[in-house]
């Protein structure tokens, strides 16, 4: 289930679809602005899926950098899809990865990176693409 905004509602839904079976949550650590969540909503997600015992998988980018890289792109003309590369290189996703991590502890809660796009499995913070970490 992907979690692209957490209020009192939302976690009465989320609570509701786990009850009916779901097992896991999907936040966005990018996509400012559309269904990024913010760092509140993620530490609330992950206080949640602890209690429910769910895992939680995330999409990790820094969307301010990116957001500056794609600007700079478009500022640029460099507008066609072979430059979304350029607008997210990895280093961006390694950093929302490696911020994620102290955001989780406080809630002690199990989460997942499932496609880590650096270089190699060792510079992902995570360790391996899709391996679960506590």
Known sequence: MGVTRYDDAAEKQFMEIVKRGLSSFKVFLAYKGAFGVTDEEL???????????????AHCENADLVLELQKKLLAEGKTGPEWHHESRPPVVEAEAALQQLPRRMPASAPACVPSCRTVDSKSCPHGEPGSRNR
């Open 43 to 57: 530490y609330k997600t992950l206080r949640l899926a602890k209690k429910l015992g769910v895992i939680t998988t």
